[in-house]
Protein backbone atom coordinates (compact mmCIF):
# COMPACT_ATOMS: atom_id res chain seq x y z
CA UNK A 1 0.00 0.00 0.00
CA UNK A 2 1.30 3.91 -0.87
CA UNK A 3 1.75 6.22 1.60
CA UNK A 4 -0.17 9.45 1.59
CA UNK A 5 0.93 12.81 0.88
CA UNK A 6 -0.88 15.80 1.11
CA UNK A 7 0.77 18.67 -1.40
CA UNK A 8 1.01 22.05 0.12
CA UNK A 9 0.44 25.49 -2.17
CA UNK A 10 3.98 26.20 -2.10
CA UNK A 11 5.58 22.96 -3.90
CA UNK A 12 3.12 23.08 -6.36
CA UNK A 13 4.32 26.64 -7.43
CA UNK A 14 7.65 25.53 -7.28
CA UNK A 15 7.55 22.82 -9.83
CA UNK A 16 5.96 25.03 -12.25
CA UNK A 17 7.35 28.45 -11.50
CA UNK A 18 10.07 29.54 -13.85
CA UNK A 19 13.68 29.42 -13.30
CA UNK A 20 14.75 32.06 -10.47
CA UNK A 21 17.64 34.28 -10.27
CA UNK A 22 17.29 33.52 -6.29
CA UNK A 23 20.19 30.60 -6.01
CA UNK A 24 18.12 29.44 -3.04
CA UNK A 25 14.87 29.54 -4.78
CA UNK A 26 16.48 27.76 -8.11
CA UNK A 27 18.00 24.92 -6.15
CA UNK A 28 14.61 24.36 -4.38
CA UNK A 29 12.44 24.39 -7.93
CA UNK A 30 15.26 21.88 -9.11
CA UNK A 31 15.01 19.80 -6.12
CA UNK A 32 10.93 19.80 -6.46
CA UNK A 33 11.06 18.86 -10.26
CA UNK A 34 13.07 15.40 -9.08
CA UNK A 35 11.27 15.02 -6.22
CA UNK A 36 7.93 15.26 -8.16
CA UNK A 37 8.92 13.12 -10.94
CA UNK A 38 10.93 10.45 -8.90
CA UNK A 39 8.59 9.80 -5.68
CA UNK A 40 6.14 11.48 -5.95
CA UNK A 41 4.09 8.64 -8.29
CA UNK A 42 5.38 6.39 -5.21
CA UNK A 43 2.82 7.83 -3.17
CA UNK A 44 -0.59 8.41 -3.07
CA UNK A 45 -1.22 12.39 -3.23
CA UNK A 46 -3.70 14.46 -2.38
CA UNK A 47 -4.62 18.20 -2.09
CA UNK A 48 -7.24 20.64 -0.73
CA UNK A 49 -9.81 23.12 -1.83
CA UNK A 50 -7.77 25.42 0.21
CA UNK A 51 -4.48 24.31 -2.01
CA UNK A 52 -7.19 24.40 -5.06
CA UNK A 53 -8.03 28.46 -4.23
CA UNK A 54 -4.57 29.39 -4.02
CA UNK A 55 -3.35 27.95 -7.14
CA UNK A 56 -6.23 29.43 -8.98
CA UNK A 57 -4.64 32.71 -8.58
CA UNK A 58 -1.95 35.25 -10.19
CA UNK A 59 -0.82 34.66 -13.18
CA UNK A 60 -3.07 33.03 -15.90
CA UNK A 61 -0.53 31.01 -17.84
CA UNK A 62 1.05 29.87 -14.00
CA UNK A 63 -2.25 29.30 -13.02
CA UNK A 64 -3.40 26.51 -15.66
CA UNK A 65 -0.05 24.96 -15.44
CA UNK A 66 -0.84 24.48 -11.58
CA UNK A 67 -4.18 23.38 -12.10
CA UNK A 68 -3.18 20.84 -15.16
CA UNK A 69 -0.05 19.25 -12.47
CA UNK A 70 -2.96 18.73 -9.65
CA UNK A 71 -5.84 17.72 -11.69
CA UNK A 72 -5.82 14.04 -10.73
CA UNK A 73 -5.37 14.46 -7.37
CA UNK A 74 -8.01 14.17 -5.10
CA UNK A 75 -8.83 16.85 -3.03
CA UNK A 76 -9.94 16.23 0.62
CA UNK A 77 -12.66 17.57 2.13
CA UNK A 78 -12.98 20.29 4.66
CA UNK A 79 -15.80 19.68 7.38
CA UNK A 80 -15.99 20.79 10.61
CA UNK A 81 -13.35 19.17 12.69
CA UNK A 82 -10.72 20.19 10.00
CA UNK A 83 -12.16 23.96 10.43
CA UNK A 84 -12.65 23.77 14.21
CA UNK A 85 -8.64 22.37 14.53
CA UNK A 86 -7.84 24.40 12.26
CA UNK A 87 -9.29 27.78 14.58
CA UNK A 88 -7.37 26.20 17.17
CA UNK A 89 -4.06 26.60 15.48
CA UNK A 90 -4.49 29.70 14.60
CA UNK A 91 -5.21 31.01 18.20
CA UNK A 92 -2.88 28.78 19.92
CA UNK A 93 -0.03 29.97 17.86
CA UNK A 94 -1.28 33.26 17.02
CA UNK A 95 -0.88 32.70 13.28
CA UNK A 96 -1.49 36.03 11.41
CA UNK A 97 -4.92 36.54 9.79
CA UNK A 98 -2.63 36.26 6.42
CA UNK A 99 -1.06 32.87 7.36
CA UNK A 100 -5.00 31.46 8.59
CA UNK A 101 -4.80 28.82 4.98
CA UNK A 102 -1.17 27.45 6.41
CA UNK A 103 -3.39 26.62 9.41
CA UNK A 104 -5.67 24.32 7.18
CA UNK A 105 -2.38 23.29 5.33
CA UNK A 106 -1.52 21.36 8.88
CA UNK A 107 -5.20 20.37 9.89
CA UNK A 108 -6.73 19.04 6.58
CA UNK A 109 -4.02 16.25 6.93
CA UNK A 110 -4.05 15.85 10.71
CA UNK A 111 -7.84 15.11 10.36
CA UNK A 112 -7.06 12.22 7.01
CA UNK A 113 -4.61 10.78 8.41
CA UNK A 114 -2.57 11.84 5.85
CA UNK A 115 0.87 10.63 5.78
CA UNK A 116 3.37 13.05 5.04
CA UNK A 117 2.47 16.90 4.56
CA UNK A 118 5.24 18.22 2.31
CA UNK A 119 6.05 21.76 1.64
CA UNK A 120 8.51 24.75 1.17
CA UNK A 121 6.63 27.07 3.74
CA UNK A 122 9.26 27.28 6.64
CA UNK A 123 7.72 30.18 8.35
CA UNK A 124 4.43 28.48 9.89
CA UNK A 125 4.64 24.83 8.29
CA UNK A 126 7.76 23.17 8.06
CA UNK A 127 8.77 25.47 11.37
CA UNK A 128 10.83 23.61 13.61
CA UNK A 129 9.74 26.24 16.68
CA UNK A 130 5.62 26.22 16.01
CA UNK A 131 5.40 22.85 14.96
CA UNK A 132 6.14 21.19 18.63
CA UNK A 133 3.40 23.40 19.42
CA UNK A 134 0.99 22.94 17.10
CA UNK A 135 2.15 18.97 17.24
CA UNK A 136 0.72 19.32 20.98
CA UNK A 137 -2.54 20.78 19.70
CA UNK A 138 -3.22 18.29 17.29
CA UNK A 139 -2.94 15.44 19.77
CA UNK A 140 -4.91 17.03 22.47
CA UNK A 141 -7.80 17.04 19.70
CA UNK A 142 -7.53 13.42 18.99
CA UNK A 143 -5.13 13.41 15.39
CA UNK A 144 -2.46 12.70 14.15
CA UNK A 145 0.03 14.98 12.69
CA UNK A 146 1.87 14.36 9.36
CA UNK A 147 5.36 13.75 8.89
CA UNK A 148 5.97 17.44 7.80
CA UNK A 149 8.85 18.05 5.62
CA UNK A 150 10.66 19.75 2.00
CA UNK A 151 10.35 17.48 -1.19
CA UNK A 152 13.85 17.02 -0.44
CA UNK A 153 13.81 15.34 2.94
CA UNK A 154 10.96 12.91 2.02
CA UNK A 155 12.93 12.14 -1.27
CA UNK A 156 15.86 10.73 1.19
CA UNK A 157 13.33 8.84 3.08
CA UNK A 158 11.80 7.39 -0.06
CA UNK A 159 14.84 6.59 -1.63
CA UNK A 160 16.53 5.09 1.50
CA UNK A 161 12.91 2.81 1.71
CA UNK A 162 13.73 1.65 -1.88
CA UNK A 163 17.43 0.66 -1.47
CA UNK A 164 16.43 -1.16 1.83
CA UNK A 165 13.95 -3.06 -0.16
Known sequence: MKRTIYIETSVISYRVARPSRDIIVLARQEITAEWWDSVLPHLDAYVSPVVLDEISGGDQQAQRLRLQLVANMPALAVDERIISLAEAICEEIRLPER????????????????DYLVTWNCKHIANA?????????IRAKGYTMPVVCTPEELMEEIQDERSDS
Not at 129 to 137: A, G, S, V
Open 99 to 114: AQADAYHIAIPSVHAI
Open 129 to 137: FMLRKIEQI
